[in-house]
């Protein structure tokens, strides 16, 4: 079995507990207006002209987007870091695009890394039907689950999707009580306002679960360059990034909650 993969990213801090090993899976059916992955949403291989610039000179070079990996091919890829880990009380992280989008590899990946003694984290829309959460769910530690949008309508505008099946399978893991974060991704002119922040804490106390911690994830506009690489229309370009300190007043609103909150992954 194969799937697509776009980047395997080493010692990463910001994706679970510890240093983690985060895997990309290619795909996604969601096309955020603030994607900082464009290179991730399609489900196929691409091939994209990087400029290099070496002594004043210009060189163009084609870069491949996408890898088939096997599941063997990248579990010895994660084991390589398994002392780091296993220090730091890490594991593996599974990200995207979104990585519910190729199920039966994610599975038999989520399966294979258990065995061999892995925390597993997966990091998603939520945007999958609810079998397929039910699936991995007994072999995932922790879901890192974004809640993006609580208006339907403005979900739909930003994302292409509507948020009914995201909320549905959020509702049912915090009914079961599966462990997860909550990450929220804050964006002007989108969704850095009140009445966002209250209708997610209306939603939390609503339907309490097994919360470890909320992430607020501040808008960086770093991912411009990669709009133009690919082509990809960008209508937020002109936003600017938001300094974390600006995102205080929502952390105190979820602290006052109950929840632990970070700013950042
Ligand atoms: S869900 Fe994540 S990967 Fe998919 S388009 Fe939105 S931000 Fe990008």
Redesign the pocket.
């Known amino acids: 079995m194969q799937a697509l993969v776009f980047d395997i990213k080493r010692f990463a801090v910001h994706d679970g507990p510890g240093i983690r090993t985060t895997v990309f899976l290619k795909g ?5 207006a ?5 290179e ?2 399609s489900p196929n291989v691409q091939t994209v002209i990087k400029t290099i610039r070496v002594d004043g000179k210009e060189f163009k070079e084609e870069e491949i987007i996408g890898n088939r990996l096997s599941v063997e091919q990248v579990l010895s890829e994660v084991l390589k870091e398994k002392v780091f880990m296993d220090s730091s009380e890490g594991g593996v992280t599974f ?4 990585p519910l989008m190729q199920p039966a590899f994610l599975k038999a990946l989520l399966v294979a890394c258990k065995k061999e003694g892995l925390h597993t984290a997966v990091d ?2 939520g ?1 999958a039907k609810l079998s397929v959460v039910q699936d991995i769910a007994p072999y995932t530690d922790l879901f890192l689950y ?1 809640l ?1 949008l609580m208006d339907d309508q403005a979900h739909q505008f930003f ?2 999707v509507s948020n009914k099946l995201i909320l549905d399978n959020l509702i049912y893991l915090l009914e079961n009580r599966h462990p997860l974060r909550i990450r929220i ?1 804050v964006i002007p002119e989108v969704n850095f306002n009140q009445e966002n922040t209250t209708e997610c804490l209306q939603f939390l106390a609503a339907h309490p679960g097994n919360i470890q911690g909320v992430d607020l994830l501040p808008y960086h506009n770093m991912a411009n360059q990669k709009y133009l690489r690919f082509k990809k229309e960008n209508s937020l370009s002109s936003l600017q990034s938001l300094p974390n300190s600006s995102l205080t007043k929502i952390r105190e609103q979820f602290e006052r909650a109950g929840f632990e909150t970070k700013i950042g992954g």
């Open positions: 996604c059916p969601l096309n955020c603030w994607c900082h992955n464009p991730g949403i990200s995207g695009g979104e998603t829309s945007y974004d993006k994302t292409a991704p």
